[in-house]
């Protein structure tokens, strides 16, 4: 596989939604160990606005615009301002209706750098960053020439991100005052995160 | 069961708007749903001053809507943020060249939404530019500003930014003016009994009778420490005393002093609190230059108030002395 096209691109994103949907209440779960448990929810409006608009496209950098738009406009929190970056971010790098490699590999470090417009959480502080960031590493990294491979290795990757936040303290935002209390416990950001890219790669 | 003469409990933000704004028809008007405008827009060459906040706590925020301070307040529910997309409608009818200065409380939902609605603006091509303030000094004097929440300081920065905006004044030197304000105001509240919330009758802050807390939030959420209610001279001296520290007031110093009923306090007992504070702060050898003794930010039926001071400059002085506003709640006349 050397290219995604826009159908290809629709069915990562519904994939993500319906999966995500699936885990919602294991989402909130670990989110109410230090935060207010709501992750599960907030993640799955994010992932619906975000959907809607993304079904409604037909070319990337107007579709992904306004799925930021409809993510930051139509739900509130710091889910959807993090989901709403990520799609601005690599709204802001793509164009047309496909992408080869170089470009998958610019629309998901652009997708990064949208989201760290919006938060200076870093990997290690036990956050959605724990998965994001190696996933999309994994991306750029890549020397495979096969999209599959590619998304596969990013899944492996945002996973394990995910599973190291087990060992972690909090670092950041609200939960950083939980210290010690917060060891033990997978971060919902990075668990619910870390489940879209696996889908992204299934749905390929 | 209610305490409060109210109709349907999610009904009370749009029906006190829709009474504030028939009873001051003269002066503001609702532009949409939860949005706040002035009666006559000013014109478009002139920087517009937009602010956010839930509501809950009035006069605040948009009592300050009018001629010569606010140009728009965008109110969400009961303490509540008003969600991203409300704020981007109100950018959205302000758009002009000149810009529009985003005045944000410290709060983590309004900054939330402030800066959602702020960056899709920019994606639109509307100019916006964001000022937050952070006078609440009761979470420590060396804490980080970031952590430090919005409170009542925010009324005289409107009046200052809102005179400067509509004297002509750039985004930039606006921004710089409110900035050079922030740095220099302090803010801590004091409370005692309880108070409730509207909508679910829920007790949002509950001192037992004979206690008193200084470095009160404005959602009831504690700050200090509890202690046993002293006197309004002891009260003031206490709090002048960690409001000058942190400001580090020195003799020369011109101030500005408010204080700020949070709901059931009487103004014969703010009045008595002002004496001691204001009398505190000649004795520091700083020139009181303009004092409020007045309700700009309730906290429901809170007994309790807030200590505003600021060291300010002249510029600052001019814009809060010498410029006439016709805002609801501005009650105080030019020089």
Request: aromatic share 6%; net charge negative.
């Amino acid at each position: 596989m050397e290219k995604i096209t826009i159908g290809d691109f629709k069915k990562m994103f519904n994939q993500a939604y319906t999966d995500i949907k699936q885990r919602e209440d294991e989402f909130s779960q670990l989110d109410a160990v230090i935060g207010d448990g709501d992750h599960g929810t907030a993640i799955v409006q994010a992932m619906q606005s975000a959907v809607e608009a993304i079904d409604k496209g037909a070319e990337f950098k107007q579709m992904l615009n306004d799925a930021g738009f409809n993510v930051m406009l139509q739900t509130s929190g710091s889910t959807s301002t993090l989901m709403g970056g990520f799609l601005l971010g690599m709204s802001d790098h793509s164009t047309g209706e496909e992408l080869n490699i170089d470009q998958i590999k610019a629309l998901f470090k652009g997708g990064l750098e949208g989201v760290q417009k919006q938060t200076k959480a870093q990997p290690g502080d036990k956050t959605m960053m724990d998965a994001l960031q190696p996933a999309v590493e994994a991306i750029v990294n890549s020397e495979s020439a096969d999209i599959r491979t590619i998304m596969e290795s990013a899944a492996n990757a945002a996973l394990e991100g995910a599973k190291a936040t087990v060992g972690m303290k909090a670092n950041f935002g609200r939960a950083r005052n939980y210290g010690e209390k917060s060891i033990g416990y997978a971060d919902s950001g990075a668990s619910s995160w870390a489940c879209m890219f696996q889908a992204f790669s299934k749905s390929l | 069961m209610k305490t409060k003469f109210i109709n349907e409990a999610n009904n009370i933000t749009k029906e006190l708007l829709e009474g504030f704004t028939m009873a001051y028809a003269d002066q503001v008007k609702l532009a949409k749903e939860n949005i706040v405008v002035r009666k006559n827009s000013k014109s478009e060459d002139k920087v517009a001053v937009i602010t956010l906040g839930g509501a809950g706590h009035e006069p605040a925020l948009s009592g300050f809507v009018g001629d010569g301070m606010l140009d728009c307040s965008v109110v969400g529910d009961i303490f509540a943020a008003p969600g991203a997309q409300r704020l981007f409608e109100a950018l959205q009818l302000f758009k002009r060249e000149a810009g529009i200065l985003l005045v944000v409380l410290n709060h983590s939902g309004d900054i939330m939404s402030a800066n959602m609605a702020s960056q899709l603006a920019g994606r639109v091509g509307i100019k916006v530019k964001m000022l937050i303030t952070h006078d609440d000094i009761s979470a420590g004097l060396d804490t980080p500003d970031d952590d430090r929440r919005g409170l009542a300081g925010c009324i005289p920065l409107f009046k200052i930014l809102g005179a400067a905006a509509d004297a002509g004044k750039s985004i930039d030197e606006l921004y710089e003016l409110g900035e050079r304000f922030n740095k220099n105001v302090a803010t801590l509240g004091t409370a005692m009994g309880k108070c409730t919330h509207p909508q679910n009758n829920t007790i949002i802050s509950d001192l037992p009778e004979g206690e008193m807390e200084i470095g009160m939030g404005q959602h009831g959420e504690g700050g200090g420490g509890r202690q046993a209610l002293i006197s309004a001279d002891d009260t003031a001296e206490k709090m002048v005393e960690l409001l000058a520290t942190k400001l580090q007031l020195k003799a020369g110093d011109k101030t500005i002093l408010i204080i700020n009923g949070t709901g059931s306090t009487t103004l014969m007992e703010m009045s008595i609190v002002y004496r001691r504070a204001a009398q505190v702060l000649q004795e520091k050898g700083t020139e009181v230059v303009f004092g409020r003794i007045d309700e700009i930010l309730t906290v429901q039926e809170q007994h309790g108030f807030q200590m505003i001071i600021a060291r300010v400059d002249d510029d600052h002085i001019n814009y809060l002395k010498n410029y006439m506003s016709n805002a609801p709640y501005w009650t105080a006349i030019g020089k």
